[in-house]
């Protein structure tokens, strides 16, 4: 049996639906990779993990879907805990990973609050180049996000939230005594 023949084959044993999600999933990341382009400067292996976040952001339908009415203000710092489902892997590893979801859940944000991409492109990977780097301090980093955010390419447009990054997540609570 000829190659061909072979794969016709297959693919007649394949479900439509199958093929079908395939198609989809295929299309949703070309979406993503032209959403977000590799950079000359991010390490080995952290384009995957950016596009892995990119995904998993939009699956979970965070910010991507636009508000009927965009709020005056956006914060974002969030204080929910993210099961990036990596335990067990190396810690720099898992540090990158959690920079590629945090940059991808703050892209979703602000596409979702309907900013210009030739607003938040720039200052965005900024960010997540001097998270990568370690350069600044978390909090340093947000704080430059914000200001380019609310000060740089902004267009003067009241249609556009202001931006803040205030961390008022409650404390961990203490552990429980031990017995």
């Known amino acids: 049996m000829s190659g061909r023949a072979i794969v016709a084959l297959l693919l007649l044993a394949v479900p439509a639906a199958a093929v079908a999600q395939e198609t989809d999933e295929a299309a949703a990341m070309h979406e ?7 950079q000359d400067w991010y390490p080995d292996g952290y384009y995957d993990l950016r596009l892995a976040a990119e995904a998993e952001i939009a699956e979970r339908g965070q910010g991507i879907a636009a508000a009927a009415a965009v709020p005056a203000r956006i914060n974002l710092r969030t204080c929910a805990p993210w099961d990036l489902g990596i335990d ?3 810690p720099a590893l898992r540090a990158q990973a959690g920079i590629a979801f945090e940059t991808a ?14 607003v ?14 370690g350069q600044i301090p978390k909090d340093a980093a947000y704080a430059e996000l914000v200001s380019q955010l609310n000060f740089g390419l902004r267009p003067p447009t009241p249609s556009l939230p202001f931006v803040t990054a205030e961390d008022d997540c ?10």
């Open 170 to 179: 409650p404390p961990p609570p203490p552990p429980p005594p031990e017995s």
């Open 105 to 118: 859940r703050l892209r979703a944000a602000l596409v979702g609050a309907q900013f210009p991409s030739f």
């Open 32 to 38: 993503l990779e032209a959403a977000v382009p590799k």
């Open 120 to 133: 938040y492109e720039t200052p965005l990977a900024k960010f997540e180049r001097d998270r990568l780097a």
């Open 88 to 90: 067990g892997i190396d």
